[in-house]
């Protein structure tokens, strides 16, 4: 292990440290965190709930086309569909979106502020860099990814029971019932652990990869660049550890 990497997870652990104290500290702001709230839950809302929602669809097209293929009944197409949605789709659809449209402008804003020396007049001016600038947006990632991955899920619900309904002759009460035979509470809570840990995960990566950014106009574009990368690859690294261990318990 090389010192640049050493460097990198001592920056990483200081950001997170950092963003779990700052709603206890002198330096938190409600404005702040709506502000940053609006930036990445308001702004990526519509293109989050489209993509879920037709994923919902696509996947209960599929699993009646197979089913009645090799089962010649797509009686449990709702309760499967439901499973994958709720389980993976719905968490880590909802952060890759997130980190897309979000992580590489955090890692951006980050790595401009580092080339026009703004970084360096606030640290000299006494502000903490982490907690002034990168906590507000881990905390507001978090919250976001979540509050997303349920809505998107509910109404993805909805995009799913239209399509079966309308398309595979199922009717309201026979879906239903076949959905909710299936989805338990703890795979909501398997939701909410995912969202969590993306949510935290994609703001804090993206904001050490503009902290690091090389100087130059080129350093901002592989800086936002290299965050959407890494974030991706550690989402879906964490989605398999994440599902492994839960499904031990």
Not at 31 to 53: G, H, K, P, R, W
Not at 81 to 92: D, Q
Request: aromatic fraction near 10%; charge should be negative.
């Amino acid at each position: 292990m090389n010192f640049e990497m050493l460097a990198s997870l001592k920056l990483l652990a200081e950001i997170l440290s950092k963003s779990v104290r700052w709603p206890g500290s002198k330096s938190f702001s409600i404005n702040q965190l709506m502000d940053e709230l609006f930036d990445i839950a308001y702004q990526s809302l519509q293109i989050v709930t489209i993509c879920v929602t037709f994923m919902g669809i696509i996947i209960v097209l599929e699993y009646s086309f197979h089913m009645r293929l090799v089962l010649n009944d797509d009686g449990l197409v709702p309760g499967f569909a439901m499973i994958l949605l709720v389980r993976e789709l719905a968490p880590i659809v909802t952060a890759l979106l997130l980190t897309s449209k979000n992580g590489a402008s955090i890692s951006a804003e980050l790595a401009s502020m580092k080339n026009t020396e703004q970084i360096d007049a606030y640290r000299l001016l006494g502000v903490d860099i982490i907690e002034s600038f990168v906590a507000p947006k881990v905390l507001a990632g978090t919250l976001a990814t979540w509050g997303l991955a349920l809505l998107s899920l509910a109404i993805a619900m909805l995009g799913s029971l239209f399509a079966a309904v309308t398309f595979l002759n199922f009717t309201v009460g026979t879906y239903t019932q076949s959905m909710t035979a299936f989805i338990e509470v703890s795979d909501l809570g398997l939701l909410s652990i995912k969202s969590i840990v993306f949510g935290i995960t994609f703001p804090a990566v993206s904001a050490l990869k503009g902290l690091s950014a090389e100087f130059g106009a080129e350093g901002v574009g592989k800086a936002a660049t290299d965050a959407v990368v890494a974030c991706s690859i550690i989402i879906i690294i964490e989605d398999f550890i994440v599902t492994y261990f839960y499904s031990m318990f």
